[in-house]
């Protein structure tokens, strides 16, 4: 280790990424501060990415530890690290990629330490899939004037960019928790939160005909975890560095609140329907969602 703590240096690391960054822009990508809560299946893909980008500091939180069951898609996860706090073990494994990286780790706490940490970071990556917390991330954002990548709970990878402007994700798709302090957020509420993201992401993607309906049906019931895959989650974790890129680098483009999903099976990319067109498919995904839920 000490050999590789010798021959490290910042310079080379990232000599490679001249072409798609210049000087300039890898000394802003270094100086930069990412925060992500949640560091294990698609914050996790995000974060790796983004330290092999080169970014220098990061605020990484999580309240989970890896289990067997993460082996299959989270990029931190590895058989010596099976029981260790996720946020810990990412820690230590970017840290060997880079030592020189600036990290703060934090736990169950984050939500209430959000005030300090947004006007620290220079955008925020939601890999949380707790909706009390992710609630108060979005308002917390929205108040320190801070942009926030997130993605859909799809089977086909995607990437939204909520900018301080833009409607919170509770806004915008009408869940029971507009309105609510967070911290009075009931499990139930959180269900009915996914049902309703779940209905977005039917009615503007082809997402079900690539997953198994009956398994699906079982997870929106509450009878089984919900099912994830490594290319989907290192997918949509890699559109979701690519944005942040964007947004520290100041450069145009990239997608909007809403978002997109891209299809590796057509493949094409599958934007939000138009409303016309979204209001008669939801009245059909809301027929087969009801039906699959009997």
Known sequence: ???????????????????FVNEAE????REACVFIPGVGG?????????????????????LDVFEVSNLNRQLFARAD????????????LAREINPELQIEVLGREWADRLPDILPRADVAING???AAAGAEFYRQCRAHGRTLIDAYASPLPSVTVVRPQDPRLEERLGY?????????????????????????????SSSHKYVDLEVAGQVAAGKRSRFSFATMVTMAGTLMAEEAIRQILGRPGGTDCRG???????????????????????????????????
């Open 42 to 62: 698609m914050g996790g893909a995000a974060f790796m990415a983004l330290v092999r980008a080169g970014i220098g500091r990061f605020v990484i939180a999580d």
């Open 81 to 92: 690290t099976i029981g260790v706090l996720k946020a810990e073990a990412a820690a230590k």
């Open 176 to 204: 029971p928790t507009v309105g609510v302090p967070w911290q009075a957020i009931t499990r139930d509420m959180g269900v009915e939160c996914l049902m309703k993201e779940i209905e977005y992401v039917l009615v503007h």
């Open 128 to 130: 949380t899939d707790d």
């Open 260 to 294: 997109y999903f891209f299809n590796p099976h057509a493949p094409r990319v599958e934007r939000p329907l138009p409303p016309p067109l979204a209001f008669a498919k939801r009245m059909l995904v809301r027929r087969f969602m009801a039906k699959l839920l009997a």
């Open 26 to 29: 890898q000394l802003r990508l």
């Open 1 to 19: 280790m000490t050999d590789v703590l010798t021959a490290f240096t910042y310079a080379e690391m990232t000599t490679r990424n001249r072409g």
